[in-house]
T-cell receptor, first 115, second 112 residues
Framework: EAQVTQNPRYLITVTGKKLTVTCSQN?????MSWYRQDPGLGLRQIYY???????DKGDVPEGYKVSRKEKRNFPLILESPSPNQTSLYFC??????????????FGPGTRLTVL | GESVGLHLPTLSVQEGDNSIINCAYS??????FIWYKQESGKGPQFIID?????DKRQGQRVTVLLNKTVKHLSLQIAATQPGDSAVYFC???????????FGTGTRLLVSP
């Protein structure tokens, strides 16, 4: 089944404890992206990647890191999480070498709580 | 399921009615406008898109209308069903940018 998977789905952690949220897609998509979703703010892009070893900042990149060593994986790293990073996170992927596609495929989401 | 927002505008309709979900945008330099549907506990799912040089596009039970004069986008759902209950987001693909910009969403509630 074609899909985007994220792990973990739920995570409660404490301020300052490094964490990684994994994202993997099996559709051979070039473009991958991370979003956070907060009440009243919609989806905001954190980082995106046009292809392997190519990443760029989205609208809210502060406090996050990403890497794209393989085409299928795009982990989101929080080196020192803070309570304002408590949010619902979505990974997405789409076709599109050198451009983003209108149809992005989203993972199921990761609910992160930072105490 | 996951709560996606406590401050969302909500549209309540009866099953079988037609629904119209609206979206205002501010940026004129967008190539495409897109609608996504997010069901409780799931990620957003693509519904339909419309190129900026078009006024109307129809899909299966859905129609998107674009009025560039007043910068307004709408999604019409015909014969709304309980399975249409979800949060609907409009999004723009801005010229020269490799990303989609999402609106804040509208919750559609369909009662039997």
């Amino acid at each position: 089944e074609a899909q985007v998977t994220q792990n973990p789905r739920y995570l409660i952690t404490v301020t300052g404890k490094k964490l990684t949220v994994t994202c993997s897609q099996n559709m051979n998509h070039e473009y991958m992206s991370w979003y956070r979703q907060d009440p009243g703010l919609g989806l905001r892009q954190i980082y995106y990647s046009m292809n392997v070893e190519v990443t760029d900042k989205g609208d809210v990149p502060e406090g996050y890191k990403v890497s794209r060593k393989e085409k299928r994986n795009f982990p989101l790293i929080l080196e020192s999480p803070s309570p304002n990073q408590t949010s619902l996170y979505f990974c997405a992927s789409s076709l599109g070498r050198d451009r983003v596609s209108n149809e992005q495929f989203f993972g199921p989401g990761t609910r992160l709580t930072v105490l | 399921g996951e709560s996606v927002g406590l401050h969302l505008p909500t549209l309540s309709v009866q099953e079988g009615d037609n629904s119209i979900i609206n979206c205002a945008y501010s940026n004129s330099a967008s190539d495409y406008f897109i609608w996504y549907k997010q069901e409780s506990g799931k990620g957003p799912q693509f519904i339909i898109d419309i190129r900026s040089n078009m006024d109307k596009r129809q899909g299966q039970r859905v129609t998107v209308l674009l009025n560039k004069t007043v910068k307004h986008l709408s999604l019409q759902i015909a014969a709304t069903q309980p399975g249409d209950s979800a949060v609907y987001f409009c999004a723009e693909k801005r010229t020269g940018f490799q990303k989609l910009v999402f609106g804040t969403g509208t919750r559609l509630l369909v009662s039997p």
